[in-house]
Each structure stands twice: as C-alpha cells, then as structure tokens.
C-alpha cells in the first residue's frame, strides 16, 4: 500500500511536469504570453527539465525554449548566459531524433538574432554537432540543422567560413538531392546565405558541386524552392565573371526566363536579380543574354510587377545597356525604353526611380539615335522635373541629372530640346544651348521652327556670364540668325522702341 | 687681373697702389670673390715672377674663365682699360719697357683673336643654326606632302575597312532584326507557357472543387428526393431540377465509419520546423469516444433493428428443395436438351408431296398494316360490336383502390425529365 502511495507521489510530480512544460510551449507559441513568461522566471524553470529523466519533458522543454528564444533577442540571450547551449550540443549527438529537432530549433533560435549571439552559439561547438546531424536519417533533424546553421552564416564572412570549416557544404548539396520539398528549401536557402558574403565562399560552394543540382531545380512547380534556388545561384554569380560564367554553363539560360513569368512575385523578382548579376560582369555575357532573348522577357517582367519586385530588371537593362551602344540599340530595338518610362512616372519610391532614371540614362548616352529614342517618350521633362522637385531624394537628383546631362549631351533632337528650354536650371539649359549651337548652324528648317516655337526669345532672355560656356552658345547661336530678329527679341526691346518714339523729330 | 699679375713683379710697396689702382678699376667691374681670387693667383706669383710659361698660362687660364663668366662687352671694355692701364704701370720698371710692351702685346693680341674666334664661332653657329631650321622645316614640309598622298588611299581603306567589318551598318540592322525575331519567339513562347499553367491551376482547382462537391453529396445523400415528398433542390416549381439533385442520385452514400486515426508524425515533417503544432507524441492506442447520447423514446436498440432489418432470408427445406422428383428434372433436362439441339424445324413427314399444298406464312412485317399496333396501346381487348346486347359499358360495383386511382397523377410532369 505504502509502496503505491510512494509510486503515485511521483507519478504526480511527473504529471505535473509533464503538464507544465507542455503548458509552457503552448503559450509561448502566441507572442502575447511571451513577456509574463519571461517575467514569472520562466528560463530558470525550464533549464533544469532539460535534465529531465522523461524524454518527452526533455523535448518539450527544448521546444518551449526554443519558442522564446525565437521571439526576441533579450530571450536570446538569456538563454546563452543560462549556459544552456552547451548540454543542449552535448545531448544532440545522443538523444533521438525529436529532441534533435528542438535542440536544433533552439540553436536557430539562438543563432538568427545578431552576429554576437551566432558566435557564441558557435562557440560552443554546435556547428561540428549541427554537421553530424546533417548526416541523419531523418529528413526533419536534416531541416532543422540546415535551418540552424542557414541563420548562423547569414550574419557576416566569419561566421559563415566557420560554418564551411565544419564541412557542412557538401552535406548540403547532398541535402539539396533529397526527395522533401522542404528539405531542399533550406539547404538551397542555406548555401544562398553561405555564398552571399565573398568570392571564396562561392568558390567552395561551387566546387562541392552545388551549381549543377541547384540548376536543376529551376524546373520544380514549388514556387518557395524557386525563390531560394534563383536567390543561391545569384550569391553565387554576382561576385566575379568566372563565377558567373559557371553559372552560364550550367544551361540555366532559357529555363530562367520562364521563371519571370511565374505568379509568384518573388520568383520573378529572384529571377530578374540572378540575370542582372549574371548581366553586370561584362559586354560578352549580356551579349549572351540578350541573345537568348533575355531582354524581351526582363522587359515584360517589369511590365506585369508593381514595385520593388521590378528593380533588378530595371538594373538589369542598365547595365545591358551601358556596355556598348550595339547592345543598347538592341535594348531599345525590344521596346524597353516605354516600361521604364511607365516606371519613372509610376512609381513612388525614391529609390526605384532613380534606378529608372540611371537605366534611361545609360541607354541613351551613346548616341544621337540613342538619346532620340530616349527623347521622343517626353521622358526627359519627367528628368527634369524630378531634378528639380525638393521632394526628391537626393541620389534620385542626382542620378536625374547625369541621366540628362548624358542625354542631352547627344541628343539632337529638337523638339524635345526645345520642351525642356522653358524650365531648365542654368547648368542643364548649358548643356541644352550647346545642343542647340550645335545643331542651328546647318539646318534652315529647324532655324525656322526655332523661331516660331519661341525659342529664339527664351534663348535671349537668358542671362549668362560673358565669357562663359552658355555664352559662347548663346553667340553661335546668335549669330545664325539676321540681326534683326535677335534684336527684336532681345528683352526690353519694346521700350527701346518706345524711347525711340519718344526721341524721334518728326519730319515736318 | 693681368695689371694685378704684373704688378706682382715689382717692388711690393709701389706695385701696391698700382695693383690697388687696377683692382679698384677692375672691382667696379667684377664681383669681389672673383677678385680675391686673382688676387690670391698674383700673391703667389711674385714668388715665381720669372716663369713666363706660368704667367702666359695663368692668362690663359684667367681668359678662358673670363669667356666662361662673363660677356663679351665687358671684355672689350675691360681690354681697353687694361691697355691704358699697362703703359702707366711699365713705366716703374727697371727691365726693358720693350720687352714687357711686346709680352703685352702679345698677350692682348692672343686675347682679341681669342675673342674674335669666339665672336666668329658664335656667328658660325648661328648660322648654323639658322640652315637647320630652314632644312627642317623643308624636309617637313616634302614629307607632309607625301603623306597627305599616301594618306588618301590611307583613308579610303580604313573607311572601307571600318564601314565593312567593324561598324557594319547592315550586319547591325539585321542584328537588329534578328533580336526582334527572336524577342517575339521568347515571348510567345513564355506566353503559352503562362496560359499552360494557368489552365492546369485552374483544372486542378475545379477538380478540388469538384471532389469537394462529391464528399458534400455523398455526405447529404439524404436530400435526395423520394416518389412521394419532393427533395430541397427538386422544387416542383423549377423546371429541371437541380444539379445537385443529379449529383446526389448518382452518389453513394458516406457509410458511418470512424473516421481514421491520423499518425502523428504525418503532419510533423512539414510543420514540426515551424513548431505551429504541438507535438503529438505517440501516446497509445486512442481512447474511446464518450457514451453518445441515446434517442429519447421508447425506441428498439438501434442494433437490434439493423439486425433484424438486414435479417438474411432462411429458407424452409420445401421451398429449398423442388416439388418436383428428381425423375421429374431428369426428364425435364432431356427436353430442354432436346429441344436446344433440334435445327431443323420441319419434321421429316413420310411423303414427299405433304408440303406441296402448304399455304404460305406471311412475315410480321408483310402481315401487318403499316405503323404501331394499336393492341396494346390503344385497346387490350378484342372488341366485336355485334355481339354486343346492350350499349352500355360495365359498371363498377366494388369501389376502386384510391392509392392506385393516384397513379401518373400525384406528381406535375415535371417530374419527368424531357
């Protein structure tokens, strides 16, 4: 008798265990309970049921910690001071695969908030844990220990080669070949973390293989894995041409067109940054792309997005377009110049505009036919205005003028000259007189019209430095014209008559 | 400095103001250093005031460094001076004046055509100079000349050249023209590759909507509706009925089988990294459901019904086994075999003119007139008005059932699908 009520004494006490820690994980699943845990002690309670005889307490445990770990980083930490990373390593080489899972929940926990936290997370030798765990059977343990290392090297160079040196790379790309969606997810996401921070890191994930593999998955329906695979093959190409021509062999290039057709947002947008990366590094593999017919489906691409996801095509018809003119000339021939037009005008983020407006720029700096493509959108007052506009932010102003200075500085087409006559600021109208005294002195025609649209008269009345630049211009272009018409057009010429009248001895 | 040096050789105190005199003279000429230099040159000299090698060299080398430093102006000056300064100092000589006037002489004449060289020389060079630039400019010039030849057939290659292969105008625009081309395969083909996804999303989703439907009829096969009480979605109003009224004709109905325990690890390979569900860890068989609640009423145990409804039939041993004997089915057996394997239909008749006057069958469709028979559809019986006594038709004595006076006409004709 004795012996039972014994025995039910701690049955009760594991019950209640038991009820507590699983308690304690359902509530720290909604972030609300999260502060009145942490404040009734919750840390120093669940560390030793870490301990805890039964293994179900023991991953129940794991798993709540690693719920408040995840939530913010004062948690976080709390959790590294408490020394529980270090037996939390030691069991995840022993126990079965649930407690695995949650000791590899909380390390992500742990690891994801800053570089500091990760470090000390790698301190305690969770990374040679984590790889061993790579190994495992089970493809949940394999998830949660590539999403764990994953956030660990996403901080910075270091921390990502420590990652490396516990030879996690090749489990990775092994990872990447299994079955599971989600699986592969990860890896793919994990190796695009590892190779974002430098060129030697790209080096080692390519030659464990991953490129080919990661080129294969492009075709997967699953629109998650697309995004991940599009964002690790463009860590990959944007850090040097060698690495981008690897990219190229792998034959990636008519398949990854149709992934910017795709109905998810990010898979286009993953999609268009991997051939930007790809386009940036030299004339011969944009020529590559544009080939391919690249440009056309880019183009369409920002046609159908709104936002932010448009910005890597814009960039990418940028820099198709500054590596020669031919390439241009092939950008503008695909019809490109109208959506980026739409997107200067749509658009009202800074940042994209500018983007827009340094694209536009470099397609028509090459030459007159260029900057007349460019021209006959009536894009360059929207450059103006948006160079003049306070709102704007600076780089936008910035990138606005130099798109025009560039322009113009080709541009022989004068009815779209003679638009931005009326507003331009002194070192644009520069630039926009120069064009003109370029181009007055050998066409009769285009005198007349200058004459007519009243562009003579607002040459007249601006006032320049003698000596200057524009005043020069302004003398060339005087001097196409008969004197009287300058004369007449010269401001204040009216009083000047009048005086005349005032003066004049009539002949009696 | 030659005063300076040949005032050295007389006596020191009258050689003094002398020198001092030429020094003063030549000191409003020359920098001072260099006149303490020379003055140095003399001191020494007096000691050696015989060799004349040394004085002549010593000229020589005062000379050469007056070309070096000097202009040629201040030289002629400077000789001139010297020589109306020499006769005043000879004249305190003891030696012959002849002598020292021809030394002097000497020395002034080496002087001037050591000046007049160098006078020459410069011009020389000069002039030399001048030849040069002439022939320089000349030699340019007949080259420039024959390079604007050769430049000519230059400049036609390279236009050639640059207009063929570099900047190839036409290679350009069908460049140009190919990029189009190819632009609009890429497009239209990534055009039909969208609406082919599109479609298949869209099939996959009616599909589910489809099977959705299925569950949802299958699981209210009870709407139906029966002969008598019309069902919700066959309304007698409408004029067909509804779908979903086919769809549950057509279904089987959902039998009430537990619905199967889901493993519990199903769901945790997708969700357990996301930690959305908690973990269900293997706890055991299920535990049974709580008693349901029981019908009010003094109904039969449910049981029991589906038993005794669903009772096999059982057979008494009569019914199972024939009235007749077995002799019976025996003999029953021979004629239906018989009659199966019989061909032939007329029988074998012992003489040969019997079919001879055999009158000929018509066929059905000979037979008959043209159209539907009306037996059967319009009458049942055979009517012979002849023999009719009265014309009045039977009258009913035992009132009729009325259920089956209800029959084809409790329902419109709406219940019969067109």
């Known amino acids: 008798m004795s012996q039972r009520q014994v025995l039910q004494v701690f049955e009760q006490y594991q019950r209640a265990r038991t009820h507590f820690v699983q308690a304690v994980a359902e509530l720290s699943a909604r972030p609300q309970n999260i502060g009145t845990l942490r404040d009734a002690g919750v840390m120093s309670l669940l560390r030793p049921l870490l301990l805890d005889v039964v293994p179900t307490i023991q991953q129940t445990a794991a798993l709540a910690l690693g719920r408040l770990a995840n939530y913010n980083d004062d948690l976080a930490e709390a959790v590294v001071k408490g020394d529980i990373l270090p037996q939390l390593v030691c069991s995840l080489s022993e126990q079965n695969r649930f407690y695995k899972k949650a000791a590899a929940f909380v390390l992500r926990a742990v690891g994801k908030h800053s570089p500091q936290l990760a470090q000390a997370v790698v301190e305690c030798g969770a990374l040679e844990a984590l790889a061993v765990c790579l190994e495992d059977f089970d493809p949940g343990v394999k998830e949660a220990a590539a999403w764990a290392l994953g956030y660990i090297a996403q901080h910075n160079a270091e921390l990502s080669q420590a990652v490396v040196d516990a030879g996690a790379v090749p489990l990775l790309v092994l990872c990447i070949q299994e079955p599971e969606i989600a699986l592969k997810r990860i890896a793919a996401s994990t190796l695009s973390d590892i190779s974002k921070h430098s060129p030697e890191l790209a080096q080692t994930v390519v030659d464990a293989g991953a490129i080919a593999f990661l080129a294969q998955m492009i075709l997967n329906p699953d629109a998650k894995l697309k995004r991940q695979v599009l964002s690790a093959l463009s860590q990959i190409a944007k850090h040097s041409v060698d690495l981008a021509e690897l990219v190229v062999e792998a034959e990636i290039f008519p398949v990854v067109l149709t992934c910017l057709k795709d109905s998810d947002e990010y898979v286009k947008k993953n999609g268009a940054t991997l051939i930007r990366e790809i386009a940036k590094h030299s004339p011969e593999l944009s020529q590559f792309i544009v080939n391919a017919g690249g440009v056309a489906a880019v183009i369409d691409c920002i046609g159908s997005c709104k936002g932010t996801v448009r910005l890597p095509g814009i960039m990418m018809l940028g820099y198709v377009a500054a590596h020669s003119e031919n390439l241009s000339m092939a950008v503008i021939v695909s019809k490109g110049i109208p959506p980026l037009c739409a997107c200067l005008i749509e658009e009202h983020e800074d940042h994209i505009k500018a983007a827009a407006a340094w694209a536009l720029g470099q397609i028509g700096r090459h030459t007159p036919e260029h900057a007349r493509a460019v021209a006959v959108t009536n894009v360059l007052s929207t450059l103006l205005s948006m160079y003049m506009d306070i709102r704007s932010s600076e780089d936008l102003q910035l990138k606005a003028k130099r798109a025009l200075k560039n322009i113009l500085q080709k541009c022989t087409d004068l009815p779209a000259l003679e638009a931005l006559l009326h507003d331009a600021p002194p070192n644009i109208m520069k630039h926009i007189v120069g064009q003109f005294s370029k181009v007055l002195p050998h066409d009769s025609k285009a005198r007349r019209l200058f004459v007519i649209t009243g562009g003579l008269k607002k040459v007249q009345e601006i006032k320049a430095e003698p000596g200057s630049l524009l005043q020069e211009y302004i003398n060339t272009i005087n001097n196409c014209f008969p004197e009287e018409i300058v004369r007449y057009y010269s401001p204040g010429y009216s009083e000047m008559l009048l005086e005349r009248v005032e003066n004049y001895q009539p002949v009696l | ?418």
């Open chain 2, 1 to 418: 400095m030659v005063a300076v040096a040949s005032g050295g050789r007389g006596e020191y105190g009258r050689a003094r103001p002398a020198g001092g005199e030429a020094v003063a003279a030549a000191g409003g000429v020359f920098p001072q250093e260099q006149v303490s230099m020379l003055v140095i040159y003399s001191i020494q000299d007096r000691q050696s005031h015989r060799k004349k090698t040394r004085r002549v060299n010593l000229l020589e080398l005062l000379c050469n460094f007056l070309m070096r430093s000097f202009c040629l102006c201040f030289l002629a000056h400077f000789c001139t001076c010297f020589l109306l300064v020499l006769p005043n100092l000879t004249q305190d000589f003891d030696r012959s004046v002849d002598e020292d006037r021809k030394i002097a002489y000497k020395a002034a004449v080496k002087i001037q055509s050591w000046f007049r060289g160098c006078r020459v020389r410069a011009y020389l060079r000069y002039l030399n100079k001048m030849a040069i630039s002439i022939q320089k400019w000349w030699r340019g010039y007949q080259s420039r000349r024959y390079f604007r030849k050769m430049i000519k057939i230059q400049k036609r290659w390279r236009g050639y050249y640059v207009r063929k292969y570099t900047h190839n105008y036409y290679a350009l625009k069908k460049y140009l023209e190919a990029i189009s081309l190819n632009n609009e395969i890429v497009r239209n083909e990534l055009q039909e590759y969208t609406e082919m996804t599109e479609k298949e999303k869209k099939k996959k989703d009616l599909e589910k909507k489809e099977k959705e439907k299925k569950y949802k009829a299958r699981k209210m096969h009870y709407l139906l509706s029966t002969e008598q009480i019309a069902g919700i979605y066959n309304s007698p109003f409408r004029k067909s009925p509804d779908p979903m009224e086919l769809l549950l004709r057509q279904s089987k109905p959902l039998s009430h089988r537990r619905q199967q325990v889901r493993s519990p690890f199903t769901y945790e390979l997708y969700d357990w990294p996301t930690c959305k569900r908690p973990p269900a860890f293997a706890t055991g068989q299920p535990l049974p459901p709580i008693g349901k609640q029981k019908p009010q009423g003094p109904f039969r145990d449910t049981a029991e019904v589906l038993w005794q409804r669903y009772k096999p039939l059982e057979p008494t041993l009569r019914v199972a086994a024939s009235i007749n004997s077995p002799l019976e089915k025996a003999r029953e057996e021979m004629k239906r075999e018989e009659w199966r394997n019989c061909i032939h239909d007329n029988e074998f008749l012992p003489f040969s003119s019997y079919h001879k006057n055999e009158k000929y069958d018509l066929s059905i469709h000979a037979s008959e007139k043209t159209g539907q028979e009306t037996y059967g559809i319009k009458h049942f019986r055979e009517v012979q008005p002849n023999k009719w006594i009265a014309g009045k038709d039977f009258q009913t004595v035992l009132p009729s059932i009325v259920l089956f006076e209800k029959f084809g006409k409790t329902y419109s004709k709406a219940g019969q699908i067109v």
